[in-house]
């Protein structure tokens, strides 16, 4: 593999990265309905405003938010809301992987009865 061919996978792998916190994840869901500032999201979230500054910072290096001012408010939105089909493909993770469970507590409870 190339430097060039790899590069791609290091910035794939950034945008991945910012989105493996809960609250990350938590804050690109709800701006889906639209811009939020930062005492909003502290409202819904619970933590203090540094802690939810830093994480839409990661968001917005990562390219996924972005930002605009009002007086002295930020207002924050989706960049590209295409990263919500993302999601999509995760919860199809999750629900194969609960199906795979599933049929392997069942094949132990036939084994164990």
Same mark, same amino acid.
């Given at each position: 593999?190339?430097?060039?061919?790899?590069?791609?996978?290091?910035?794939?792998?950034? #945008? #991945?990265?910012?989105?493996?916190?809960?609250?990350?994840?938590?804050?690109?869901?709800?701006?889906?309905?639209?811009?939020?500032?930062?005492? %909003?999201?502290?409202?819904?979230?619970?933590?203090?405003?540094?802690?939810?500054?830093?994480?839409?910072? #990661?968001?917005?290096?990562?390219?996924?938010?972005?930002?605009?001012?009002?007086?002295?408010?930020?207002?924050?939105?989706?960049?590209?809301?295409?990263?919500?089909?993302?999601?999509?493909? #995760?919860?199809?993770?999750? %629900?194969?992987?609960?199906?795979?469970?599933? %049929?392997?507590?069942?094949?132990?409870?036939?084994?164990?009865?």
């Amino acid at each position: 593999m190339d430097k060039k061919e790899w590069s791609v996978f290091e910035a794939r792998a950034k #945008i #991945i990265k910012a989105l493996s916190h809960p609250a990350r994840l938590f804050i690109v869901e709800e701006l889906q309905n639209g811009e939020l500032c930062v005492n %909003e999201l502290r409202d819904m979230i619970g933590f203090d405003m540094s802690t939810i500054s830093k994480h839409l910072s #990661i968001l917005k290096n990562a390219g996924i938010v972005d930002d605009r001012k009002e007086g002295t408010t930020s207002f924050y939105y989706l960049r590209v809301p295409c990263i919500l089909k993302f999601f999509g493909c #995760i919860r199809e993770v999750m %629900e194969s992987n609960a199906r795979q469970s599933n %049929e392997i507590m069942k094949s132990c409870n036939l084994k164990f009865k």
